[in-house]
């Protein structure tokens, strides 16, 4: 296990160095000078040289791109001001420090994020389990005949539904706020619990197909069949040996929706006017605010990678067969 460890993480550490040299330099590849997007439309001379020598633009590329990764792990001065590490730079459009806003955005982002996967792995799960355990009566045809449907669903048209209905017709609900949970547990969770049910809508068909027939397929295994012929009881034999063994594709195909979920999390925000790091990045790229881009860009490659790492070393945790070395 720690050999596996220590190989992904320098294969991670490689390919985010391949990303952040990916990003840096197609931020200079634009046909227009950094600076002058930085000045803004009555730009002098005089005003772009002072823009250049704040934000570390009078050095040549190269010098540059290494000065960048220096400010990651030592930080860096500019002449607004010192940028402690992890430093990304300065935003062109208000001078704050790239990382501190990021951090100011990203709890309500891992917030959506982790609460509808949870949703929609309970969700998912437990109906795919369902329709498995009850294969070929109705139960099973109404769960996957719901999932059929819902899969055809998107985030931009359920989410104004669900809101027209459970906020504004009923007023069962209250209007998506995010609230820290820090502040209060409560309103963070009745703040983004319709968020985290419209996301999860989206993924739970997937899942729910894909564990009904992990769990099918496991049923089949010779081991299960061996403690059915020992005498253990059907339930027992169901959630102790079928389900564990079933659950290694759910734990593929969700490695896989890392960067789906991080991109629906963008979606929803919105579409439910959430301020979290996608409407950072939909924002950054409407002001032309290039530092800020580049630092969601390369958080959210950093934050795929180390997910997939901890996914893949769960095979193991769930299957003693698999030996990762």
């Known amino acids: 296990m720690l050999r596996f460890l220590i190989r992904r993480t320098s294969g991670a ?3 985010l160095l391949l990303i952040s040299a990916f990003t840096f330099f197609m931020y200079f590849a634009i046909p227009q000078d950094p600076a002058t997007l930085a000045c803004g439309k009555n730009c002098t001379p005089d005003a772009l040289a002072i823009i250049h020598k704040n934000l570390g633009l009078d050095s040549p590329v190269p010098v540059q791109y290494w000065n960048f990764l220096v400010g990651i792990f030592a930080g860096r001065d500019f002449g607004v001001g010192h940028c402690a590490a992890p430093c990304f730079g300065v935003s062109f459009r208000n001078n704050q420090m790239v990382w501190d806003t990021m951090m100011d955005r990203l709890p309500l982002t891992v917030s959506l994020m982790i609460g509808g996967m949870v949703v929609f792995l309970i969700a998912g799960l437990g109906a ?32 104004p539904i669900v809101l027209g209905i459970f906020v504004y017709s ?6 998506p706020k995010y609230v820290p949970f820090t502040e209060n547990p409560g309103a963070w969770f009745m703040g983004l619990l319709i968020p985290w049910i419209v996301m999860a809508t989206i993924f739970t068909a997937n899942y729910t197909r894909m564990s009904r027939s992990s769990m099918i397929e496991q049923l089949q295994e010779e081991h299960v069949r061996a403690a059915k012929a020992k005498g253990m009881s059907s339930h027992f034999v169901f959630f102790r040996y079928a389900w564990r063994g079933s659950l290694i594709p759910i734990v593929t195909i969700l490695g896989m929706d890392i960067a789906a979920l991080l991109s629906g999390g963008m979606v929803t925000e919105l579409t439910f006017n959430l301020a979290g790091l996608g409407r950072l990045a939909i924002d950054s790229v409407t002001n032309k605010d290039l530092p800020v881009l580049m630092g969601v860009m390369i958080l959210s490659a950093a934050f795929i990678i180390i997910c997939n790492v901890v996914v893949d070393a769960l095979y193991a945790v769930i299957d003693p067969r698999v030996r990762l070395s």
């Open 128 to 159: 795919g389990l369902l329709a498995a355990r009850f294969r070929g009566t109705w139960i099973d045809k109404a769960v996957s005949g719901a999932s059929l449907v819902t899969s055809s669903f998107q985030i931009y048209l359920l989410g």
């Open 170 to 175: 009923t007023g069962w609900l209250k209007a």
């Open 13 to 15: 550490a490689l390919i």
